[in-house]
T-cell receptor, first 112, second 114 residues
């Protein structure tokens, strides 16, 4: 079964606004990763946050992790039309297990 | 570096046919994996490998076989294709070293089983 669940399933905002997506997961994790998928393409890694980290930044991206609530959020600031894509969270389980478990994704549309 | 390459890009099969999806990476990554993506869904792990000669099952392994004879290649075999295997298949690779767990994905293979 899928570990992560993104919320919302779809999000449409105006260019320049901030976009926030949330991810919840069920079991303990080693790290959580966010990926972007443009239509018809493979996934591209955006950012990784470890279980002992609470916040991480990369350019216009900000990721938070709350292990007590088993949730993460991805904030994209000053959105651009090129940010239109599907965004997935993926978890790596704790305990040394291998493999990413993906959520179903949030489809983000940036209106020009 | 070419990164992760997949062939073919598109394939149409008839029910019961077999085929092999090819995946290769030139980054000397230990870890390789296969996922399938169905409409409106995230990716589900089919099989993975942590090194040459070592493979293991993921979430949805039934109907698929894999082998890992070299570090570079990780082919996925469909033994007897079924319509339920119509999907987009992605191969990915990563290092297992801490701090380098980013997974690199191939462009995908779109498979239609009639």
């Amino acid at each position: 079964s899928q570990q992560g669940e993104e919320d919302p399933q779809a999000l449409s905002i105006q260019e320049g606004e901030n976009a926030t997506m949330n991810c919840s997961y069920k079991t303990s994790i080693n790290n959580l990763q966010w990926y972007r998928q443009n239509s018809g393409r493979g996934l591209v890694h955006l950012i990784l946050i470890r279980s002992n980290e609470r916040e991480k930044h990369s350019g216009r991206l900000r990721v938070t992790l709350d292990t007590s609530k088993k949730s993460s959020s991805l904030l994209i600031t000053a959105s651009r039309a090129a940010d239109t894509a599907s965004y997935f969270c993926a978890t790596v389980p704790g305990g040394g297990a291998d493999g990413l478990t993906f959520g179903k994704g949030t489809h983000l549309i940036i209106q020009p | 570096n070419a990164g992760v390459t997949q062939t073919p890009k598109f394939q149409v099969l008839k029910t019961g046919q077999s085929m092999t999806l090819q995946c290769a990476q030139d980054m000397n990554h230990e870890y390789m994996s296969w996922y399938r993506q169905d409409p409106g869904m995230g990716l589900r792990l089919i099989h993975y490998s942590v090194g040459a000669g070592i493979t293991d099952q993921g979430e949805v392994p039934n109907g698929y076989n894999v082998s890992r004879s070299t570090t570079e290649d990780f082919p996925l075999r469909l033994l007897s294709a079924a319509p339920s295997q119509t999907s987009v298949y992605f191969c990915a690779s990563s290092s297992r070293m801490s701090g380098q767990e980013t997974q690199y994905f191939g462009p995908g293979t779109r498979l239609l089983v009639l």
